[in-house]
């Protein structure tokens, strides 16, 4: 039982923050962007605490945030064990094999997202998933996919709604001059 509260605690400390300063970063450096979601903020919930309803209709920031997880996902990658041998395509996988299949890869491939893979458009998500990832809706799999799809998924989201929101209400932000990027991978699980 503590090991499990302990999984749920690693899995969903670094995950949220990660996602949240990258949001913020994005933010402070495509200010339209900034004042778009500030506007949708107010607009649905004024300067109070963000209700439930509201955080259901704000969409363009629903937007931002998976132009996010496509360009900085919290986790990027997912692992499954091969259980017996398979055919995938023309590759034969043996048993026991333990494949990485790598998020941010599929994130940043220009045959699935266009030429423009890596600039920051959060307009790519005005529609359904499908179409912005030109037919290939599992390539945007920032919370996983199939039977062990992260748990947290709706948690997070509306977490990171709430603290954005509520970021967006108190402050304006710009990028420091002094800022050096230098993306990093997040270490999830130390046992
Ligand atoms: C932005 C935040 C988060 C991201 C990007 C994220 C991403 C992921 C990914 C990629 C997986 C692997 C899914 C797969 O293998 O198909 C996963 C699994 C998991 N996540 Fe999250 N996660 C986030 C937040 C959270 C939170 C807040 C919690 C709990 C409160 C959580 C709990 C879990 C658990 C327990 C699993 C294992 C599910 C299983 O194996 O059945 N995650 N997450």
Redesign the pocket.
């Known amino acids: 039982m503590i090991n499990k509260i302990k999984?749920?605690y690693r899995?969903?400390n670094l995950?949220?923050t990660s996602?949240l300063g990258w949001s913020v970063f994005l933010l402070a450096l495509h200010p339209e962007w900034q004042e778009k979601a500030r506007k949708e903020v107010v607009t649905f919930c004024g300067l109070e605490l963000p209700t439930s309803d509201a955080i259901a209709r704000l969409r363009t920031m629903n937007m931002i945030l998976n132009e996010c997880?496509r360009l900085y996902?919290?986790?990027i990658t997912?692992?499954r064990k091969v259980k017996r041998e398979v055919r995938l395509g023309s590759m034969t996988l043996p048993a026991n094999m333990t494949m990485f299949m790598s998020?941010l890869a599929l994130h940043h491939d220009p045959q699935i997202w266009g030429e423009d893979v890596h600039i920051f458009k959060p307009e790519r998500f005005a529609e359904a998933v499908a179409k912005a990832t030109n037919n290939n809706a599992a390539a945007f799999f920032?919370?996983?996919?199939?039977p062990?799809?992260?748990?947290?998924q709706n948690?997070?989201t509306n977490e990171a709604k709430i603290a954005l929101s509520m970021i967006l209400q108190r402050y304006k932000f710009t990028l420091s001059p002094n800022y050096v990027h230098y993306p990093n991978n997040i270490q999830l699980y130390h046992y």
């Open positions: 999984a749920l899995a969903g995950t949220t996602l997880m996902p919290p986790a997912v692992t998020i920032p919370f996983g996919f199939g062990h799809t992260c748990v947290g948690f997070t």
